[in-house]
């Protein structure tokens, strides 16, 4: 069993920066693959950018390509998000969720996940 708890999210301008942090509970989190979700309003949810338990291996969608940054620290059982160059259309709830699969980008391989934390980028 994983609890994860998200935290950092806000209301920024374009082109601000945000980091969100993913509190992992358990002594097992380097076992874990990790990864970002996004849903904005109407919309279906999304990938957003995955991470191996190692820390080797990284994905990102398209979309936040060279904007953002995954990253964990497995001794502080957390994971980050760090982004830069926000826009108005990265607005959403974002979600982190563990795995015991690769750093996959389907969110059907994760079974578990975190409340969320609210992201709101203004123009």
């Known amino acids: 069993q994983v609890q994860l708890v998200e935290s950092g999210g806000g209301l920024v301008q374009a082109g601000d920066s945000l980091r969100l942090s993913c509190a992992a509970s358990?002594?097992?989190?380097?076992?874990?693959?990790m990864g970002w979700f996004r849903q904005a309003p109407g919309k279906e949810r999304e990938f957003v950018a995955a991470?191996?338990?190692?820390?080797?291996?990284?994905n990102y969608a398209e979309s936040v390509r060279g904007r953002f940054t995954i990253s964990r620290d497995n001794a502080k059982n957390t994971m980050y998000l760090q982004m830069n160059s926000l826009k108005p259309e990265d607005t959403a709830v974002y979600s982190c969720a563990a795995t015991r699969s690769t750093a996959t980008t389907d969110s059907g391989r994760y079974g578990y996940w975190g409340q969320g934390t609210q992201v709101t980028v203004s123009s």
């Open positions: 358990g002594r097992t989190f380097s076992t874990y693959a």
């Open positions: 991470i191996s338990g190692s820390g080797l291996t990284r």
